[in-house]
Structure formats: C-alpha cells, structure tokens
C-alpha cells in the first residue's frame, strides 16, 4: 500500500510558477515510476510527466508543457516535484500524482496509486 499526498497548487497569474510536490509513503521501496496527470472538468485525465527511480522523465508528447514544466524526484525523501514555469490559463486544472507500485507475484504486477489531487489556477 501507497499513500499520495500532494500539496502546493494555488492560484497564480498568467506567466508565473508554482511548485508541486508529493510525498510517498508506505511501502515505497515497490514503487517504480511516479508523475502528475491532470485533468479538467469533462475531459479525460492526462499526462503531464513521469520519472522512474533513475531519474528519467517523460513529458506528455504535446508541446503543451515541455519546455515550461520540470519533474524531478528526491528518492531518499520518497517525493516527486513538478515545477510549473511560464503558466498559461489552459494549465488550469486539478493536478493528480501518481506512483506505479510493483511487486511480483509469480510475475511482475503494477498497481497505479493516486493522490487526492490539487487545484491549480492560472488567471489571464
């Protein structure tokens, strides 16, 4: 078991940052990957970015984030980070982290956990 707890959405003006952050905690040594999917009212949750245990990050393949949105992660604090730089109102929505939990039983199984999920506000 894996409990999320994300923190550090907000409102914030057009061009401005904010700081995600999520901490991990529970069996954290089975968790491989973690990121943040988003998702607005009436559309599907989406990818932002996700980093595995060595550090490698994958960004959604729009250009919508890339070059603006950072994912880092700290494993010895068991968190993940998402700097959000150059916001626009259409990063507008409600931020979810999320861990890949793996262990094996007789194979390799990947359970996704999620946090509660924070709102983030970018006003015009």
């Known amino acids: 078991q894996v409990q999320l707890v994300e923190s550090g959405g907000g409102l914030v003006q057009a061009g401005g940052s904010l700081r995600l952050s999520c901490a991990a905690s529970g069996s954290t040594s089975n968790i491989n990957a973690m990121g943040w999917y988003r998702q607005v009212p009436g559309k599907q949750r989406e990818l932002v970015a996700t980093i595995d245990s060595g550090g490698s990050a994958v960004y959604a393949d729009s250009d919508s984030v890339k070059g603006r949105f950072t994912i880092s992660r700290d494993n010895a604090k068991n968190t993940v980070y998402l700097q959000m730089n150059s916001l626009k109102p259409e990063d507008t929505a409600v931020y979810y982290c999320?861990?890949?939990?793996?262990?094996?039983?007789?194979?390799?199984?990947?359970?996704?956990?999620w946090g509660q999920g924070t709102q983030v506000t970018v006003s015009s």
């Open positions: 999320n861990a890949k939990y793996r262990i094996w039983i007789g194979s390799w199984r990947e359970y996704n956990y």
